[in-house]
């Protein structure tokens, strides 16, 4: 008998209830869905919300140089990058907190702070992995719809907090819908929150939106203790294949996250690779002015061939769509060689890139316009 016959009379041998379990929690959990992803140089790979431009050059030339030293293990403190944030952003180095990408930390932030049982409220529809990582954690996902401009609903999730409330989420702009939340609702809604409940201010796209079209979470953080910003360099800065994000916390909240980082998470080159980010903020800020410009402009064109549009403030555009709709579009862009993401029951999200990419998404919308 050869070895892949004794291999397959093993494992056949076994009976099915000889096999771990996994967790209901888990076997229940729906995947994440990345955006799709294709090779063909045809293709416009619009599905995932990236920078499609290339790494910024300081920041490709400290990967280079981290390279050489990746035998050895990364500062698992992270501390270059916690100082050079708290520069940055005029705090602590104690108040910050980092990790594989902002999804990353908040794992570290939910782990950190639910029981089995205890509840987490954001708005729906959001950013896909909140309900993921909540069930992970044996909590309890509650999900508020978003009102009639596709924004939060702030009212309806005070009235959603119970005693088993521990985390609030505010995704800010919106992800997948690009709505903010401006500062004086959020500050109102502060003060009907109770201060053991953490409020997090997700904003994984704060680069992208206008001058004061969202909070000033600096200053609400500030005057509330119980409020965390959660950040991540994928976005604006263009290392979303390194995974790197902060949290900005109180120090107490700040310490408990760093306890609850999986040891050595962010790799010795996106460290370097988001301080050299950090340091080249002038040309990133001409990379963002770039994308808002196109974000205008698709739009304005969107608006006028008869789309019902939201302002976005993020580098992605969202059409509200039944699965009709949705579905129509969908087949249109698959057939066109444009790579979108589609929600099931609310819409289609576009992600803005180069300027003839855009046009091809505005020549396939014009087609199909109401």
Request: proline fraction near 6%.
């Amino acid at each position: 008998m050869t070895r892949d016959q004794l291999l397959t009379a093993s494992a056949t041998a076994l009976p099915d209830t000889a096999l771990p379990t996994l967790r209901d929690a888990v076997a229940g959990l729906p995947p994440y869905v990345p955006g799709r992803r294709s090779a063909g140089m045809d293709i416009a790979a619009l599905a995932s919300n990236e920078s499609h431009y290339e790494p910024l050059p300081a920041a490709a030339a400290a990967v280079a140089e981290a390279a050489g030293t990746m035998n050895r293990y990364p500062d698992s403190a992270a501390v270059e990058l916690r100082e050079r944030i708290a520069r940055h952003l005029g705090v602590s180095a104690a108040e910050v907190a980092a990790g594989p990408g902002s999804v990353g930390v908040l794992q570290q932030i939910i782990t950190g702070l639910c029981d089995a049982g205890d509840e987490v409220v954001f708005a729906w529809r959001s950013f896909e992995a909140y309900p993921i990582l909540v069930e992970l954690a044996g909590a309890r996902p509650v999900r508020i719809p978003l009102d009639h401009a596709e924004g939060h609903d702030l009212d309806a999730m005070a009235a959603a907090v119970t005693d088993r409330t521990k985390v609030i989420l505010l995704c800010t702009p919106n992800n997948p819908t690009g709505v903010p939340i401006s500062h004086e609702r959020i500050e109102a809604f502060l003060q009907s929150v109770r201060p053991d409940i953490l409020v997090v201010i997700d904003e994984a796209y704060v680069e992208y939106a206008e001058a004061g079209s969202g909070p000033d979470s600096l200053a609400l953080y500030r005057r509330y203790p119980n409020v965390c910003i959660l950040r991540t360099f994928s976005k604006a800065y263009g290392l979303a294949g390194l995974r790197v994000g902060y949290a900005v916390a109180a120090p107490a909240v700040a310490e408990g996250l760093r306890r609850t980082a999986l040891p050595f998470a962010v790799s010795a080159m996106a460290l370097k690779a988001a301080v050299a980010s950090l340091d080249a903020g002038e040309e990133m800020e001409a990379r963002v002015a770039a994308v808002k410009q196109e974000r205008a402009r698709m739009a304005a064109q969107l608006k006028a061939q008869g789309w019902k549009l939201q302002p976005s403030q993020g580098n992605f555009l969202w059409i509200r769509a039944d699965d009709h709709l949705r579905a129509r579009l969908l087949d249109a862009f698959d057939h066109a060689g444009i790579l979108v993401r589609a929600y099931q029951g609310d819409g289609v999200r576009i992600t803005v890139a180069d300027p003839a990419s855009n046009d091809r998404v505005l020549r396939l919308l014009a087609a199909h316009a109401a």
